[in-house]
Each structure stands twice: as C-alpha cells, then as structure tokens.
C-alpha cells in the first residue's frame, strides 16, 4: 500500500497567488482529515469529510480556505488569495473502520 | 470539550535512558487514547493505541496504560535510543470503531544524545 499521498510536497508562492493541496487517500478508507501544522498553533483539523461528504468545516480558517472531496481517491484543500501567515506544513490523513488515523508526508507552504 | 494535555518539551536524555511522557485528558464518554509520533520532516504516525480503561498499548519498546482514574495515558520506554528522537504526539478520539476527529496534545520534543 502506498499510503496517503499529497502533491506537491513543497511550495513557494506569492501573497494573493492561489495554491492548491492534494491528497489521494489510502484505497478503502471513507474518512479523510485536512490539517495544519505550525511552530504558534500546533496541529489544527481543518475539515474532515466521511464518504466524500464534508462534515466538519469549523477549523478552516476564514473563506480563503475551501476543500473538496469530488471522488474516494482525491480531495482538494485551496487557498485563495494566499497570505504569508498561511505559510505552514499541510497534512492530509486517512481513515476507515478503527479509530487510527493514516497520515501523508505533508505540503510544506511558504507563502511571500 | 475534549482536551489532551501533555508535557512540555523539549526533554533530553542520554541514550539508554528511561523516558516517561505525561499525558492526561478530558473527555465527556469513554474515549481511545493515542500516542502519534513525528520524526523531522515527516507527517505523523501511529506509535500506539488504547481503547478501552486498563488496556495496555505498546509498539517498538514503548508503552502506554489506559487509566480511567486518573484520566491518563502516560509514555514509557525503558531504554531510548538516538532513532527515537521525534516529537510525541497524544490524542484522543471520542469514537471506537471507526476514524473520527482526533483531539491532539500540543506535542513534546525527544531528544537522545549519545
């Protein structure tokens, strides 16, 4: 098994450009996690979606933040204009039938 | 709300050392108790679980004992090597039997000298 995958692993940008993070979950599993990781605020859940269905939005941070989940294999986390304090290690992770959650490798952002 | 509370770090021992990391938590029901660990540059992993009162976790010479009492679920190993160094991770879910928003601790820095 290959394990959550996220593209890309890392990314610089520019204040007000868009970026966009991917996740290919792990085949089967029906929950998958959007996080944020930095040195100030630690790990935050950002959103999390069961059966491609978001279900808890309540961690993204303002309305420059959307994520979707189109199909079980891929999901989406955008920002949309960046801004520097966006800058931060993006986890997605996965989920099935227990309680333990899979993590991907993570998208390093920097955003200038 | 959930809560996990875990000592701060960074904590330093030499290798061969004993390690203890405190973790308690609050919760509403009867949760499963997690240590996750991270090593640089990677996303995290799970190290560990408990999902029930008075079950023991353990994996690569770590452990951890749920205890319902004194609402903890504290890390040991008896013998810490250079590879363990990474930053430990406990957290909790309200769910059994099915992945479900984890509350996490703040994390605590491992570190192991020769």
């Known amino acids: 098994d290959a394990g959550v995958i996220q593209s890309p692993r890392h990314e610089v940008t520019e204040m007000g450009q868009e970026v966009t993070l991917r996740c290919k979950p792990i085949?089967?599993?029906?929950?998958l996690f959007w996080y944020r990781q930095t040195m100030m605020r630690g790990l935050e859940l950002l959103i999390y979606?069961?059966?491609?269905?978001?279900?808890?939005d309540s961690g993204m941070p303002e309305d420059r933040f959307s994520a979707k989940m189109p199909n079980a294999s891929f999901s989406t986390l955008k920002i949309q204009p960046s801004e520097p304090r966006d800058s931060a290690v993006y986890f997605c992770?996965?989920?099935?039938?227990?309680?333990?959650?899979?993590f991907g490798p993570g998208t390093r952002l920097l955003v200038l | 709300g959930d809560s996990v509370t875990q000592m701060e770090g960074p904590v330093t021992l030499s290798e061969e050392a004993c390690l203890t990391i405190?973790?308690?938590?609050?919760?509403?029901?009867?949760?499963?108790l997690f240590w996750y660990v991270q090593y640089p540059g990677e996303g995290l992993q799970l190290l560990l679980k408990?999902?029930?009162?008075?079950d023991k976790g353990s994996n690569k010479g770590f452990e951890a004992t749920y205890r319902k009492e004194t609402t903890s679920f504290h890390l040991e190993k008896g013998s810490v090597q250079v590879s363990d160094s990474a930053v430990y991770f406990c957290?909790?879910?309200?769910?059994?039997?099915?992945?479900?928003?984890?509350?996490f601790g703040t994390g605590t820095r491992l570190q192991v000298t020769l």
């Open positions: 957290a909790l879910s309200e769910n059994t039997g099915t992945a479900s928003k984890l509350t």
């Open positions: 408990a999902t029930k009162a008075d």
């Open positions: 992770a996965s989920g099935g039938n227990q309680e333990t959650q899979y």
């Open positions: 405190n973790c308690t938590y609050t919760a509403t029901g009867y949760p499963s």
């Open positions: 085949s089967g599993h029906d929950y």
């Open positions: 979606f069961n059966n491609n269905v978001p279900i808890d």
